[in-house]
């Protein structure tokens, strides 16, 4: 966290061969300097806003379940947030969106980057504020290599922005004809996927810029599975 009078919020990771469990408060705002960025590693993760799966005994977590749990509400309150899987430890490196996330009035962004599928079953929600929203799957940065086998994928969950910009990428396609990513508000974008094509509908008036954001660049399908 950065000083009350300087000083930029730093970088704070937790990793895990296969159990990560976050409940507290991580806090990387920086109030005159810029934020900082908390990065979650796990396997598998599962993001809602209930704490279960396991226990805290004088400051320690000790988990009971094999997948993963994280509360990202207050993650993303105090910092840009970051959530990364693995194929480590006999999972499939999934991120699955079972709690609805909402942001805080402010300019944190989140970052969902699985090694396999990212799975919307509940909404994520950056209306309040100005961050961005990046989505990746089939990620290939740490120790991941991509296989082009990742989709992003809508289970009923809506995501909702703010000012801020929606950036998504994948191996295998950003939902479906049938089933497409709903987003509400959206105004600036960027998508692109190796295999399958990419599906977005969009609720609520305004022009939308198809832009580059961060990395992504455009909309783009290198093989249209569509």
Same mark, same amino acid.
């Not at 009971?64 to 999972?91: K, P």
């Given at each position: ?5 300087? +000083? ?15 409940? &507290?408060? !991580?806090?990387?705002? =920086? ?10 590693? /796990? ?6 806003? $209930? ?5 805290? %005994?004088? +400051? @320690? ?6 997948? %993963?749990? =994280?509360? !990202?509400?207050? =993650? ?8 990364? @899987? ?18 805080? *009035? ?7 980057? =699985?090694?396999?599928?990212i799975i919307l079953t509940a909404g994520i929600d950056m209306s309040a504020g100005s961050g961005n929203l990046t989505l990746t799957a089939d990620w290939g940065g740490g120790d991941v290599v991509s ?7 809508? &289970? +009923? ?12 990428? *994948? &191996? ?7 089933? /497409?990513?709903?987003? !509400? ?11 399958? &094509? ?11 810029? $198809?832009? #580059? !954001?961060?990395? #992504? $660049? ?7 599975g569509g």
């Open positions: 966290k950065g000083g009350s009078a300087s +000083g930029d919020g730093g970088f704070v990771e937790v990793s895990g061969k296969k159990h990560v469990e976050i409940y &507290g408060l !991580v806090s990387t705002l =920086a109030p005159n300097g810029e934020n900082g960025t908390f990065l979650i590693d /796990p396997t598998d993760v599962s993001i809602t806003g $209930v704490d279960t799966n396991g226990a805290w %005994s004088t +400051g @320690t977590w000790t988990p009971n379940a094999a997948s %993963s749990i =994280a509360d !990202v509400d207050t =993650a993303l309150t105090n910092g840009n947030t970051i959530v990364t @899987t693995n194929f480590a430890g006999g999972q499939s490196g999934n991120i699955t969106v079972t709690g609805a996330i909402a942001a805080s *009035a402010n300019a944190n962004s989140l970052t969902l980057q =699985a090694a396999n599928d296989d082009n086998a990742g989709a992003i994928t809508n &289970g +009923g969950g809506t995501i909702t922005m703010g000012t801020g910009d929606l950036a998504m990428s *994948a &191996g295998d396609g950003i939902g479906t004809s049938g089933t /497409p990513i709903t987003t !509400v508000g959206l105004t600036d974008i960027a998508a692109t996927t190796v295999t399958g &094509g990419i599906y977005i509908t969009n609720s609520a008036s305004g022009n939308i810029n $198809v832009t #580059t !954001v961060g990395g #992504t $660049v455009g909309l783009s399908t290198t093989v249209n």
